[in-house]
C-alpha cells in the first residue's frame, strides 16, 4: 500500500537555530497532511495540518510546506527551544484507498535541541 | 477534563493469556482509535470507531477485538497473547466532524504492554 515516510530518522539542532523535518509522501490523492509531536513517555499532539490545495500553512512559530509536485512536506520550526526535542511525525488522511477518518503515520523523525 | 484516559498503563503477560486495554474520553467526541507503535515503525491503526455500537479494522488489525457498546468507552482486546504483541499501545478520538475535525486526534498516554 501507498505510504508516508521521512527522509532523515534524527535531527540535532542547536537552541536559536531554525529547524527543518522533511517528510515524503507517495499517496498523491490524500486531501490532508498533518504534523505530531510526541514528547518522551507522552502520546502524540497536533501540530499543524494543511488542506492538499495549499503550499503553505504557519502556525506559532512553525510552518508546513506542501510541494505536491515531488510529493514533499516539510516542517519548519522557528528560533528551536530545548522543550521541541521530540520526535516528529507526519501523517496523511484521505485520498485513494484511503477515508475522511483515518490518520496514516510516518516513521517519525527525532529533533534534539542542544542548548 | 481529564481527555483520553487509558487504563491500564503497564502490563506484563505471559503468551496465551488474554486481557483488555480501557480507553475513556470525555470530550464526547465521535471517532476512536487504537494504535499500536513499535520502535521504528511509527504509529499503526489497529482498529477504529466511527460511533457507538460501529468498529472497523485498520491497518493490523489480526489478533485484537475492540468494542464501543457506550460513546466514551472504546475496549482493545487481545484473546491469546503473542510475543509480537510487544507494543506500546495508543488510543485516540477525534470530533469526526468531516473536513479538518477528524486530523485532530487527542491521544492518551499510552499502554506498555509486554508478552512473554
Known amino acids: ?115 | 477534563n481529564a481527555g483520553v484516559t487509558q487504563t491500564p498503563k503497564f502490563r506484563v503477560l505471559k503468551t496465551g493469556q488474554s486481557m483488555t486495554l480501557l480507553c475513556a474520553q470525555d470530550m464526547n467526541h465521535e471517532y476512536m482509535y487504537w494504535y499500536r507503535q513499535d520502535p521504528g515503525m511509527g504509529l499503526r491503526l489497529i482498529h477504529y470507531s466511527v460511533g457507538e455500537g460501529t468498529t472497523a479494522k485498520g491497518e493490523v488489525p489480526d489478533g485484537y477485538n475492540v468494542s464501543r457498546l457506550k460513546k466514551q468507552n472504546f475496549l482493545l482486546g487481545l484473546e491469546s497473547a503473542a510475543p509480537s504483541q510487544t507494543s506500546v499501545y495508543f488510543c485516540a478520538s477525534s470530533y469526526g466532524l468531516g473536513g479538518s475535525g477528524a486530523n485532530v486526534l487527542t491521544f492518551g498516554a499510552g499502554s506498555r504492554l509486554t508478552v512473554l
Open chain 1, 1 to 115: 500500500g501507498e505510504s508516508v515516510g521521512l527522509h532523515l530518522p534524527t535531527l540535532s539542532v542547536q537552541e536559536g537555530d531554525n529547524s527543518i523535518i522533511n517528510c515524503a509522501y507517495s499517496n498523491s490523492a490524500s486531501d490532508y497532511f498533518i504534523w505530531y509531536k510526541q514528547e518522551s513517555g507522552k502520546g502524540p499532539q497536533f501540530i499543524i495540518d494543511i488542506r492538499s490545495n495549499m503550499d503553505k500553512r504557519q502556525g506559532q512559530r512553525v510552518t508546513v510546506l506542501l510541494n505536491k509536485t515531488v510529493k514533499h512536506l516539510s516542517l519548519q520550526i522557528a528560533a528551536t527551544q530545548p522543550g521541541d526535542s521530540a520526535v516528529y511525525f507526519c501523517a496523511e488522511k484521505g485520498g485513494s484507498g484511503g477515508s475522511n477518518y483515518k490518520l496514516t503515520f510516518g516513521k517519525g523523525t527525532l529533533l534534539t535541541v542542544n542548548p
